[in-house]
């Protein structure tokens, strides 16, 4: 049962964060086009769905997998495992920040320019790698 919930907890991982790499992108067309255009309104509606059908769905498969497994797995305690965990806190905390700049922009309100979302954009990944470095490589 263990290698099931692994390979969701893989495939979830794997959707969530072609989402966060996305999403941000999105953001920095979303910033150089005009309020009201026929391309502001696609830009919403693909943000939106992307959110609500593809990332959050997989965010919280991720959580309920990987939880499980570090307390079927009594991972819990390890060193590694900690960061690990402190590093898909602040993968979930970059969640939400997206998730609330989807609404500035969809609202108007966003005064968040396209460097901004472009250097936004890396944080994921920096993440990213050091989440898998973690759990490959185990270093302590």
Known sequence: MILWIK?????????????MLYLPRLFVYHAGVEEGSGSDKMLMIMERRLLRFIMNPAMC????????????GEIWREAWF??????????SGIHGFLSAERHKLETGISVRSEKFYRILN????????GIVVLVIVKPY
């Open 61 to 72: 498969v991720v959580w309920f997998t990987g939880l499980w497994m570090a307390f079927a």
């Open 7 to 19: 390979a969701l907890h893989v495939i979830s991982v794997i959707s969530w964060m072609a989402g």
């Open 82 to 91: 900690l960061s690990k965990f402190l590093l898909a806190i602040g993968m």
């Open 122 to 129: 890396e944080v994921p990944t920096l993440l990213m790698i």
